[in-house]
């Protein structure tokens, strides 16, 4: 993946898991540059499409700031079924499945259900 | 779009042998401009021609705006302590930043009271680049500016480069033969080979026109019109093709994007083929 959609998944993710939310300012290009050595014009590419899609907003010379969330949980929504699937996962364990294990089954039950949806 | 940096058939002559032919660039401003090339392609002869050192033997050259120039060598002094350097830089530089400059070095822990020859590699890369954004330069160039530092210190180097960018919007050339060096920082690429430029290009839109296609030998014969074949091998039945200008193929072919790697390596194993926008063009 280039490094320009690994920043535009990054921020969804902070915002699918409430860790980013409305009103937050993001880092500025500098911030980011600073820490991951990266080109800048990547960020900013990136902060458009993110903007393009809605989700955060440039305001010039302030910054670029959180619009809205995605996902439909809750934070208390997303805690709870955070504890049922530590419990699945511990289950799994116990019963022998490793880490790959443990995905691929979580993927395979995923696609069904969806599969299950749309047909 | 203005140019930054604008070749128009520049050629370089030492003596009887020409070390650059015919070489035609044009680069948007704001760009951060990977030049690659093996040894003897003429990288350097090409970044000296663009700071003023060498006259073109033809053709010309031009940058829009002030330039700094970071040389391989890296142009310090090992007696003089850093603060030294800095005053010889404000003696010799009229629009010199000495505030963001002392405290670019304090950022990075460097002792302004230290000799030069007594800092590390990576820091001695560090002055030197301190000193050459003091100048405020609206393009600058470095040759080779990562060769003989460990991982860190490249990496260092690459963050202090890439957060002077972000500030203060200049344009960077730098030349390296490390291909990996370049992917994560250099929007344009531009390939010399034999001293003529092979490849001038947004990065992304190279990346985007070329593919490389694995499948049976056979089918390299049929590929749709408009495909060129930048390289190619073979390995028993196999053949393994980096294609520009291709966007349907055979499905019997396994297509993947072409990396920076990828293309790089194929242009220069294939001297006679070439990517660079139309005459006229200035590119995305």
């Known amino acids: ?119 | 779009m203005n140019a930054a940096l604008e070749a128009m058939s520049l050629g370089i002559r030492y003596k009887r042998s020409w070390a650059l032919r015919d070489c035609s660039v044009s680069i948007p401003e704001g760009r951060v401009v990977g030049l690659v090339g093996p040894n003897g392609a003429g990288k350097t002869t090409f970044l000296h021609a663009v700071v003023g050192l060498l006259r073109p033997t033809t053709g010309s050259v031009r940058t829009a705006g002030e330039v700094a120039f970071m040389a391989q060598d890296k142009p310090l002094y090992d007696g003089f302590k850093v603060a030294e350097m800095l005053k010889l830089g404000a003696r010799l530089n009229p629009g010199w930043d000495q505030e963001s400059a002392l405290a670019r070095l304090a950022g990075l822990g460097i002792p302004t009271g230290r000799k030069v020859g007594k800092l590390s590699g990576g820091q001695q890369a560090q002055v030197a680049l301190t000193l050459a954004l003091a100048r405020r330069p609206r393009v600058l160039v470095l040759d080779e500016p990562l060769a003989n530092l460990d991982p860190l210190a490249r990496h260092d180097v690459m963050r202090s480069l890439m957060t002077g960018v972000a500030e203060t919007g200049m344009t960077v050339v730098l030349s390296s033969h490390v291909v990996s060096d370049l992917a994560e920082t250099c929007d344009w690429l531009v390939v010399l080979n034999g001293g003529r430029v092979q490849v001038s290009g947004d990065i992304e839109d190279l990346l985007a026109e070329h593919l490389i296609l694995s499948g049976p030998v056979e089918l390299a014969g049929s590929l749709p019109q408009g495909a060129r074949v930048v390289g190619a091998s073979r390995a028993e039945r196999q053949a393994t093709l980096l294609v520009k200008g291709v966007r349907v193929v055979d499905p019997r072919w396994v297509v993947r994007q072409a990396s920076l790697d990828d293309l790089v390596m194929a242009y220069l194993r294939s001297p006679d083929e070439a990517a660079l926008p139309r005459p006229a063009g200035v590119g995305a």
């Open chain 1, 1 to 119: 993946m280039s490094t320009y959609l690994q920043l535009v998944h990054q921020v969804k993710q902070a915002l699918r898991l409430g860790l980013l939310k409305p009103g937050d300012k993001l880092p500025t290009a500098r911030e980011v540059v600073d820490r991951l050595a990266i080109n800048p014009n990547t960020v900013l590419k990136a902060y458009r499409e993110l903007e393009r899609e809605g989700l955060v907003m440039g305001r010039p010379g302030m910054g670029t700031f959180v619009q809205r969330s995605i996902g439909g949980a809750t934070l208390a929504d997303q805690t709870r079924l955070r504890r049922g699937l530590t419990a699945w996962v511990q289950q799994g364990r116990e019963a022998g499945l490793d880490q790959e294990d443990l995905e691929a089954l979580f993927t395979l039950v995923l696609g069904d259900t969806f599969r299950e949806e749309i047909a």
